[in-house]
């Protein structure tokens, strides 16, 4: 089955805990948080504080994608707010390595993500320490995008990758993903999806969490 990790980004932050709740309660996996800085992606989320409180009620864990700048600088205070699994972009980390070793040290799960332009390739040396690979299938920045067509050659070339080196590594997609491409999407290889206005837009949220996970 799927693993589904609702993007808490188009949440009703005047409802948070409530959504967090729902989410709970739900039948999804993890909960998405997407931290961006205003540097490395032209939009400005939340910090420290905000997921401090989602992990004080939380009960599933934390899947923290950090669109920033220079993410080295804060991964030791990714792990004190609650992370459990975090994504940093290839493109931001000069020595990829060091960082995911940092991540792992820390006792949080490493993944490396990678814009639409960034070839798979690139990740042929850093995928055996990886947990995951985050796969955009939307410039990142902003939700409510439309899919990128491209992102289903994109996960064939990094399923091939994986099971060539026989890993175990997780392949995750973030952008555009509805009830009309999650299949086409599973049959492509990807294993962890991140959905938000399909999900937090619902008349019935959980039932649509529920469509996702069965599909």
């Known amino acids: 089955m799927p693993i589904i990790a609702p993007s808490i980004l188009t949440a009703n932050f005047l409802r948070l805990g409530e959504e967090i709740e729902m989410v709970n309660d739900s039948e999804a996996d993890m909960i998405h948080l997407d931290i961006m800085d205003g540097h490395f992606v032209p939009n400005i989320s939340f910090g420290f504080p905000i997921i401090r409180r989602i992990k004080s009620v939380a009960r599933k864990p934390l899947d ?11 991964i030791d205070e990714f792990k004190e707010a609650g992370a459990d699994n975090l994504t940093v972009h290839f493109e931001t980390c000069p020595h990829l390595h060091r960082t995911v070793q940092r991540i792992s040290d820390l006792g949080m799960t490493p993944s490396v993500v990678i814009n639409p332009h960034t070839p798979v390739a690139f990740l042929e040396e850093i995928l055996p320490y990886l947990h995951m690979v985050l796969v955009m299938s939307v410039n990142p920045g902003f939700g409510g995008q439309e899919f990128i067509p491209g992102t289903f050659d994109k996960i064939r070339k990094l399923k091939k990758m994986i099971e060539k ?36 837009s619902a008349d019935d949220p959980a039932m649509t969490i529920r469509k996702f996970k069965n599909a």
Not at 64 to 74: F, G, K, S, T
Not at 187 to 199: H, K, L, M, P, Q
């Open 64 to 74: 923290v994608h950090l669109m920033i700048a220079d993410p080295d600088r804060y």
């Open 165 to 200: 080196e026989k890993l175990y590594t997780l392949i995750e997609v973030d952008g555009g993903v509805n009830l009309d491409n999650i299949k086409p999407l599973i049959d492509a290889g990807t294993d962890v999806f991140v959905i938000g206005s399909s999900i937090f």
